[in-house]
């Protein structure tokens, strides 16, 4: 079933809330305006307020995302697309999985399979 493309001007979080950025290479390809998120894309989070417990509590904001499942069947210029049902993983500095993104908003226009 084709699920929305995700864009850069996609709504994502990490599991604490901090936002996600998406910086993309593609030039080429839009959905509703917006250049299209592809798996090889850079994707910061910024406002994690994420700690490990411990006396006294050490920070351990997520960082990254990584891409677990992408559109295979979807492609710009030769790259795998991101999707509404893509699954990725939300890093911290040490490259620690900390939780799933979550997929906020995006646009409803385009639709991969």
Known sequence: MPSPLLNTSSSLQCPHGGTVQIVTSNSKVKADGAFTAQSTDTFTIAGCPFQIPATPPIPSPCMTVQWIVTNMR????????????????????????QGPVSIVQTQNKVSGM
């Open 74 to 97: 979807t492609k710009a210029v030769s790259t795998p697309m991101l999707i509404q049902s893509s699954s990725g993983l939300c890093l911290s500095a040490a490259q620690i999985p």
